[in-house]
T-cell receptor, first 116, second 117 residues
Framework: AQKITQTQPGMFVQEKEAVTLDCTYD???????LFWYKQPSSGEMIFLIY??????QNATEGRYSLNFQKARKSANLVISASQLGDSAMYFC?????????????FGQGTRLTINP | DTEVTQTPKHLVMGMTNKKSLKCEQH?????MYWYKQKAKKPPELMFV???????INESVPSRFSPECPNSSLLNLHLHALQPEDSALYLC????????????????FGEGSRLTVL
């Protein structure tokens, strides 16, 4: 079974600093996908970035990058030049396939607060 | 703006009421999902529809009844709910197949916040 672990319940960062949110995972599947989502107080889950298990390079999307270390089973999210609007809950998730349908297994989340 | 639309945004109901949550997407996705999220917790999967057929039911109590009338619509019918069912209900959609280019990420709506009295 797939498992996602986020060990940081909360993070506090000064505006314009870089921040790393930790995520470790466990799976026996050779092929898997990892996702990061942002959830502001409005409730919507916003997709940020994706890393496939066979991708040779770390994924990047604007200010977001994913530090993928396959041997350590970690997929940390790095946000560069943090902004006040980055304050939100962040979830790491892994895709699991069940009966041909995909399901996302989420970690417990990290609440990020950006201070001015 | 989200491309997955959920209505209503807020719902208050008594334990004997019957109500429905609605979800609509026009991205051509053939997989649709219901997730339940309690405060300060991650979303938990309830149901998955693939090509309008129920693919996954995560042992959800029968007081929750999903329906997928067509590829764009997903409903969640609620009956005889309990106060502990109060939560944010998130609908999502995705492509059924994914590749290196189309990663199959889920697109979520803003959710329906349900309170059961």
């Amino acid at each position: 079974a797939q498992k996602i672990t986020q060990t940081q319940p909360g993070m506090f960062v000064q505006e314009k600093e870089a921040v790393t949110l930790d995520c470790t995972y466990d799976t026996s599947d050779p092929s898997y996908g990892l996702f990061w989502y942002k959830q502001p107080s409005s409730g919507e889950m916003i997709f940020l970035i994706y890393q496939g298990s066979y991708d040779q390079q770390n994924a990047t999307e604007g200010r977001y990058s994913l530090n993928f270390q396959k041997a350590r089973k970690s997929a940390n999210l790095v946000i560069s030049a943090s902004q006040l609007g980055d304050s939100a809950m962040y979830f790491c998730a892994m895709r699991a396939l069940i009966q041909g349908a995909q399901k996302l297994v989420f970690g417990q989340g990290t609440r990020l607060t950006i201070n001015p | 703006d989200t491309e997955v639309t959920q209505t209503p945004k807020h719902l208050v109901m008594g334990m004997t009421n019957k109500k429905s949550l609605k979800c609509e997407q026009h991205m051509g996705h053939r997989a649709m999902y219901w997730y339940k999220q309690k405060a300060k917790k991650p979303p938990e999967l309830m149901f998955v529809y693939s090509y309008e057929k129920l693919s996954i039911n995560e042992s959800v109590p029968s007081r929750f009844s999903p329906e997928c009338p067509n590829s764009s619509l997903l409903n969640l019918h609620l009956h005889a709910l309990q106060p502990e069912d109060s939560a944010l209900y998130l609908c999502a959609s995705s492509q059924v197949r994914y590749t290196r280019v189309h990663t199959g990420e889920l697109f979520f709506g803003e959710g329906s916040r349900l309170t059961v009295l």
